[in-house]
């Protein structure tokens, strides 16, 4: 490993792994979030998701109240009253996720039991599960990571042989890379998470485990545990990267390289061509990472690789080196891979470095701009349909847009002060 | 704990975060875990902000928990002071510090730092955002200001009559993620300009830490929003002798009002009557015939206090529509809501709970809803026609176009985006009349360009809140109702039922809709 590997620490510009609600009650419109916390956790999440207007909620929050707090209120009734009010106005909730927040976690709320003692009481209409999305201990996509860790143990044990993509996909890349998997060779293929969240898929020590998002360490762990092989390999993001993860599911499964690469070659052709144009843009443009979502180590290697950007600086909020071996080999020879944060030094070196382009948090973008650098928001990768070998275009295409966007309209809307000044008509 | 879809306020530190970042050389140093940064994206993202606010988090990890939690808020003050080198500082926690109780107020105040420090005390857990605001806002004028009053009041609001200038008046209250306030500030200072007054100070908005010590030199104090500058108003009266307004310009009534009680306090006299239909167009556009089939439209009011008011009047007296809901989730403004409410011949909803705003909107069955984001949800389901007339909102309600609520401009703003939502004249005509057309569907409204209409959501949920067992609709009953336009239909039914239920009747044919019809009119 040859990149140069850096650690910081001090104020961080993040989001908590409450964040992941807005996506994943997409993914699981038959699941209900409920946060337990302070008005602050209800704040952040309608913050996020209340641009969208909702006939029927799918998240909510029980607000700690000084009664609470106190100590005279037990709890555990107030927790299984709402969690009744809830389902009774929503009764068609399979499932009821129970998630930790800062508050909760502090004065160590036992959500576990709580969701152990409803489940006993609602068995058969509606399974309720935990876990923590609180910023004290998860970032950003890390809360997927916690939810799906919570479903582990209600999948069903299975010897089939079968290959399980764990991680959230958009539909359409879900089911075209079953559709590939299939002319593969291999046949049965399952998601976690589900569409719904009653069909869980089984596991069990036929299964071999595909990562499609590189946060998901718990989940790994506790999928190991059941018995699946969960396999290392580049994440599927651009060409290469999802040849290579789809090549390492073959290879578990003993398919012949020549079937994977017959299948393959041409998507992989395909791809290049739909690359082009975005690479026209952004090749030799100089790229800085902010750390948001773990998904930066893929996309670096993915831009520098496929799109020939340079990295200025790689940040991660997390780096599971285990899990990010085959990306960090991919990376050039003395790439700055930050773990950590202190977010003004790390500003600081934006200024100095002056990047064509920095990948960062929306509370840190439009104040970047103003100072005359391009950004890309980085939250719109984990909303984007960006996996697999025919998605390398469109994932291309999210880089190279804002840089197109500031040549349509830079000019424009920045005219060049040669005209006399008198002639202005606002001014004169 | 409270089962929460949605908040109408966010914690109070997101409010003591408006007026930091409303103002210019304040910075503030919040205690708070990591994720609390969040907060950054209502300004650069909704308020469409072009630099990070004036906040610095420590973002304490749980991993620092085992750790010294003050040290950490010792570094980053230091650090802040450093880096942004403020004219004054503000200093609290955000909920889950309040937890830990490391005094960050106190620490800060003991590090020897070369500026004003605001210590700031906001209950996370049983005060939300407007408090939080008003709380800071009142902090800190009070503490750059407290050395300043004088022992004996003496201001004369009408002293620049003798001083021989233009009288001068602060205006208190706009800030950043308030509904409009950009622009209700420039059109309030176009409407005094025009009087011959002059506006002093703005705050929190725009305002420095000098122009926080220029304050007293007003003849008067404008409080625009009371919600955020109500308490620094009373501290300024009291320990200045600065009167202030109460009347806040929201509407063609309240606009006029607002200038005679400007110019009563600062003894001018007062305008014409007739300014309001000259210089704004909802007089007119309202008296005008086009406007006749709004009479007597049911409309429900939620919002802050203020805007839910000045609603309340502009619907009644200047729209000429019935309000049939009225409510606020501002607990302080409660006394006046519910008097307003009462003069309206109903019962004002004081609540802050998403579900019970939502069941009072369905109980009205209302033609119209003007609230927040969040009737926008309720009013989706049922199906409802709805415009924004409050925080909370989302983006689009920070748009770039002129668009203030207050003042003459404010008026036709008004006019415009609350009869927007509503079916024109001549469809709602043509839809009463003919049933079966294959595009303009019961509930359609073509004029906001999407095909399909939302009434028949609104009849099919009413339909089950209120039916009970002993009433029974028979077939023919039903045929009758499908024909009443879908925007009233909620309406008739309650009253049908109402009406059966008083006669002793438990079947509904369409003769006791007619009996009933006759029965509510008469």
């Given amino acids: ?428 | 704990m409270q089962l929460t879809l949605w908040t109408y306020e966010g914690p109070p530190h997101v409010g003591a975060m408006r007026i930091a970042a409303s103002m210019e050389g304040v910075h503030y140093v919040l205690h708070a875990p990591q994720g609390d940064t969040y907060a950054d994206l209502l300004f650069t993202m909704i308020e469409r902000r072009d630099q990070r606010p004036p906040v610095t988090y420590t973002t304490f990890q749980a991993r620092d928990l085992g750790g010294d939690t003050a040290e950490l808020v010792k570094r980053h003050v230091r650090e802040a002071v450093n880096r942004f080198q403020p004219d004054a500082l503000l200093v609290g926690e955000s909920c889950t510090a309040e937890l830990i109780q490391d005094q960050p107020g106190a620490l800060a105040a003991g590090m020897g730092l070369n500026m004003p420090i605001v210590n700031l005390e906001l209950p996370a857990y049983s005060k939300k955002e407007n408090w939080g605001a008003a709380e800071t806002l009142y902090q800190l004028v009070r503490s750059l200001l407290k050395d300043q009053a004088p022992s004996e009041l003496k201001h004369d609001p009408k002293a620049w009559q003798q001083q021989g200038r233009r009288p001068r008046v602060n205006l208190l209250g706009p800030s950043l993620l308030g509904f409009r306030c950009r622009d209700d500030v420039l059109e309030v200072q176009r409407l005094l300009n025009l009087h011959g007054i002059d506006v002093g100070v703005v705050a929190p908005l725009g305002a420095t830490v000098a122009d926080v010590h220029r304050l007293p030199e007003a003849d008067l104090n404008v409080c625009l929003y009371p919600e955020i500058a109500e308490s620094s108003c009373a501290w300024l009266e009291r320990s200045f002798g600065i009167p202030f307004t109460t009347t806040v310009p929201i509407g063609i009534g309240a606009t006029h009002d607002f200038l005679v009680e400007v110019h009563n306090l600062l003894g001018m006299t007062p305008p014409s009557p007739q300014e309001g239909i000259r210089q704004s167009r909802l007089p007119w556009y309202s008296e005008s015939v086009d406007s006749t089939y709004l009479t007597g439209k049911r409309v429900f009011i939620f919002g802050d206090g203020t805007h839910a008011l000045a609603a309340a009047r502009i619907c009644k007296e200047e729209l000429g529509f019935e309000v049939v809901g009225l409510g606020t989730y501002s607990r302080e403004m409660a006394r006046p809501v519910r008097a307003a409410a009462k003069a309206m011949g109903i019962e004002a909803l004081i609540s802050d709970d998403y579900l019970a705003v939502e069941a009072a909107m369905a109980a009205a069955a209302p033609e119209l809803v003007l609230g927040t984001q969040m009737e926008r949800h309720s009013a989706k389901r049922l199906g409802l026609p709805c415009a924004v007339i409050s925080t909370p909102m989302h983006v689009q309600d920070v748009p770039a176009r002129n668009s203030p609520q207050m003042g003459w401009e404010g008026a036709n703003v008004i006019f415009d985006s609350w009869v927007h939502p509503l079916m024109m004249g001549l469809e709602e005509h043509l839809i009463g009349m003919f049933r079966h057309d294959f595009e303009f569907v019961d509930g359609h409204q073509s004029h906001l360009g999407h095909s399909g209409g939302s009434g028949a959501i609104a009849d099919t949920e009413v339909a089950v809140s209120t039916l009970t067992d002993e009433l029974v609709w028979t077939a023919d009953g039903e045929a009758e109702l499908k024909k009443i336009p879908f925007f009233v239909r909620g309406k008739v039914r309650r009253n049908t039922e109402a009406f059966a239920k008083s006669t002793g009747r438990n079947q509904i044919d369409s003769e006791t809709l007619y009996d009933a019809k006759a029965h509510f009119s008469a």
């Fill in chain 1, 1 to 428: 490993m040859s990149v140069n590997l850096l650690k910081e620490s001090g104020p961080r510009e993040v989001f908590c792994g409450l964040t992941s609600i807005v996506w994943l009650h997409r993914r699981m419109p038959d699941a209900f979030f409920l946060v337990v916390g302070s008005r602050t956790c209800a704040h952040l999440i309608q913050s996020a998701a209340g641009v969208m207007i909702f006939a029927e909620p799918r998240f909510g929050t029980a607000i700690l109240s000084e009664r609470d707090l106190a100590g005279l209120a037990d709890a555990q009734d107030e927790l299984d009253r709402v969690a009744r009010e809830l389902l009774e106005r929503r009764p068609e909730i399979r499932t009821l996720f129970l998630v930790g927040s800062c508050p909760s976690e502090v004065i160590k709320l036992d959500l576990a039991r709580a969701a152990e003692r409803l489940n006993d009481e609602l068995r058969g209409r509606v399974q309720v599960v935990n876990y923590s999305g609180s910023g004290i201990e998860t970032t950003f996509t890390q809360g997927e990571d916690g939810a799906l860790s919570a479903l582990v143990p209600l999948l069903p044990s299975t010897d089939q042989r079968q290959l399980l993509m764990v991680g959230t996909l958009a539909d359409a890349v879900e089911d075209r890379l079953i559709h590939l998997f299939g002319r593969i060779g291999i046949d049965t293929v399952c998601s976690l998470p589900p569409r719904k969240s009653t069909e869980l898929p089984g596991i069990g020590p036929g299964t071999t485990v595909l990562l499609t998002q590189p946060y998901l360490t718990t989940t790994a762990r506790l999928l190991r545990d059941r018995g699946a092989r969960v396999l290392t390999a580049p994440f599927p993001l651009g060409a290469e990267g999802s040849r290579s993860w789809m090549e390492a599911a073959a290879k578990d499964f003993q398919i012949n390289a020549d079937q994977v690469a017959t299948v393959l070659d041409p998507l992989v052709a395909r791809a290049q061509s739909a690359l082009a144009p975005h690479r026209d843009i952004l090749n030799g443009k100089r790229i800085f990472l902010l750390p948001e979502s773990q998904l930066e180590l893929p996309l670096a290697r993915f831009l520098q690789r496929e799109c020939g950007m340079e990295l200025v600086e790689v940040g991660t909020p997390y780096l599971n080196r285990e899990q990010m071996a085959e990306e960090l080999a991919l990376l050039p020879e003395g790439t700055s891979v930050m773990e950590g944060q202190h977010v003004e030094k790390q500003l600081d070196r934006v200024r100095a470095t002056q990047p064509d382009l920095v990948v960062c948090g929306m509370g840190l973008a439009n104040p970047l701009e103003a100072e005359g650098i391009a950004t890309k928001w980085s939250i719109e990768l984990v909303f984007s349909p960006i996996h697999g070998i025919d998605q390398a275009g469109e994932l291309a295409e999210l880089f190279s847009r804002p840089l197109r966007r500031r040549e349509l309209i830079r000019q424009a809307l920045n005219p060049p002060s040669s005209a006399p000044i008198d002639s202005d008509p606002v001014h004169a």
